[in-house]
Nanobody, 123 residues
Framework: VQLQASGGGLVQAGDSLRLSCAAS????????MGWFRQAPGKEREFVAA????????SYTDSVKGRFTISKDNAKNTVYLQMNSLKPEDTAVYYC?????????????????WGQGTLVTVSS
């Protein structure tokens, strides 16, 4: 599966952004989808994930209540709605896909990665 992330940009603290990740090549509904991020000088970290059906989501503690992940199987797209952005959210955001058959855990074990989109939050 090929993934194309978009929607990043430069915003001020408190603003919102919606990231999109379009998938192609395989049956999108058979994949768990995740968002990860990597800040300058730091390791890539898990942000949010949604299972293949959209019925289960998971978030890292620092974004709970601010970010929402959703999945539109008809459009082969996963979204990350980011509200109340903070400077510490600044990072390159990557979407990722994990086949259902790899297991039910959705916060790790991803096999396919998009190219990343930069989110910069100014204070």
């Amino acid at each position: 599966v090929q993934l194309q992330a978009s929607g990043g940009g430069l915003v001020q603290a408190g603003d919102s952004l919606r990231l999109s990740c379009a998938a192609s090549g395989r049956t999108f509904s058979n994949y768990h989808m995740g968002w990860f991020r990597q800040a300058p000088g730091k390791e890539r970290e898990f942000v949010a994930a949604i299972n293949w059906s959209g019925g289960t989501t998971s978030y890292t503690d620092s974004v709970k209540g601010r970010f929402t992940i959703s999945k539109d199987n008809a459009k082969n797209t996963v979204y990350l709605q980011m509200n109340s952005l903070k400077p510490e959210d600044t990072a390159v955001y990557y979407c990722a896909a994990k086949p259902r058959l790899y297991g039910a855990t959705i916060d790790k074990g991803y096999a396919y990665w998009g190219q990343g989109t930069l989110v910069t939050v100014s204070s």
